[in-house]
Every structure is written in C-alpha cells, then in structure tokens.
C-alpha cells in the first residue's frame, strides 16, 4: 500500500493527486519547489515502475515542469531523483532563478529551508491549484 | 545542428551513442557518472522535447540507470537535469554509495572532480562500453 514517507510529510504540504503522483510543495519558500511522488508502493528508483507508470511519471513531470517554468518565468527548470535521505521515489521540480539563494548551485544543502508564513502559503497553494487543475489535478483541500 | 556545449567536453569522456542521446562519463573518478545529451540542437529543457523523444529519453535513462545500478550494486542511482551553469539539456544519472565522497548530498559542489588516471579510464571506458552495447550503444572509440 503506497503511504507518504515521513520526511516528505513533515518537509512539505499535499497540494494533491494528479492521475500517478502525488503532488507536494516543498515547505521552502525561497523557490517555488514541487515533488511528484507516485502512489506505487515500495518503489526506489524510476527503473522500477513498470514502464506504463514511467511514461506516465514523465508526463506529469513533462506537464509540471512547463506549467511552473512558463507561470513563474522560470530562468531554468530542475528536476531530480536523488533518493540518498528519503528512499521513496520523489521527483523535485524546482523553478530556478539567477537572483535566487541557491544559483547557480542545485539548492539542497545551500541555504537552510524557509517556511512560508500562512498567508503566503495559502497564496501559494491556490495559485498551484489553479496552476494544475487543466492537467488533471484533484486538490488535497477540496477533498 | 546538434553540437555538445564546450563545458561538456571539457569536463567528460565521450563514451558514444544512445539512439538518441550522447553519453558521457564523467571524469570524476569518486563516482560512477554518466550524462546523457539528446542529440537535439538547442533543447533546454525536457518538456521542449517532443513527446516521442521524451519517452526515448526516459528509456534511455531507465536502461542506463539500471545497468549502473546493477553493475556497480549502486545504493542508490542519482538521476537529474539541472543547468544551471550548462543549458544544453543534459541527464546527469551517477551510481551512488553509502561510503563515497559526498553521501547523502547530491554529488555537486560537494569535493572537487578527481579526475580518472589514464589506465583506469580505459578499464572504466570499457567496462562502460560492455554494460551499454545491449542497450544499443555505438561506442565512440570503434567508430
């Protein structure tokens, strides 16, 4: 049975499901930061889905990416499977900046992670929501 | 017309070719690291792919990454696309290990490249080559 891995929980907030994954915003408000994480129990590395769930993963990590590079006037899109701490397949797509804290470093482990306040949080969810709904996205706040 | 990025060259060993994509090593001895760079002029990011070079990509990743994986009994395989500082979309996809340089952090900006001695690249090249001809692989150095 697929279940979240701990650390995804406490590091992120459940924006909701696209047909696959899982979508998550990376409790960091220094970049906009999604994680696709699909709903397949034990799974690793991208290699294990069956190649059905990886032509579809890529999809939503296709379909994602453009709509965050194109909404946010991205200078350039990350997207990454490292795995090292938390073994659950999770895909990062991070909105990249010249001016951002990281660039043009890969963010992990550069700046600590900044929590958005509340407001600026529903902000945000909202604006992913709306951003998401056209590919299919079933919202975590309208459930 | 497809030309690899300068820094690309400078930092990596042409292993050969994928159907679609151009696979490198990179000449960083710490890590088993290969890049893989869809033969494509001026792509930068997935989503500017089509969506039939897109799943051949994601194939070539999913068979390169479990080859790595399973030659070298990896922990965990890295598998992303950055570009920050290089645009040209390239698949960075590295073997990684419990006890090498930079675990858990993903590998860059971590310890400076370590570059292979002559010797052990032509083992690795040929290990490399071996691993990947089943994928389909025209290595560099036959043709």
Redesign the interface.
């Known amino acids: 049975m697929f279940e979240l891995h701990t650390q995804l929980i406490k590091d992120s907030v459940m924006v909701g499901d696209l047909s696959l994954s899982r979508v998550l915003l990376c409790n960091d408000s220094q970049y906009p930061w999604l994680i696709l994480v699909p709903r397949r129990a034990d799974v ?4 294990q889905l069956s190649r059905i769930d ?2 579809q993963l ?1 999809d939503e ?3 994602v ?2 709509a965050l ?1 194109g909404h946010f006037r991205a200078d ?10 938390v ?1 659950q397949l999770h895909v990062h797509i991070i909105a ?1 900046f010249k001016e951002d804290a990281a ?4 963010v ?2 550069v700046q600590p992670a900044v929590a958005y306040a509340d407001e600026t949080l529903q902000q945000r969810m909202t604006e992913l929501e709306q951003l998401l709904l056209p590919h299919g996205l079933q919202s975590a706040r309208s459930l």
Chains 1, 2 share one sequence.
């Open positions: 690793v590395e991208l290699f990886q032509q890529l990590i296709s379909a990416s453009a590079a350039k899109m990350n997207v990454a499977a490292l795995g090292n701490v073994p990249r660039w043009p470093r890969p992990w482990g």
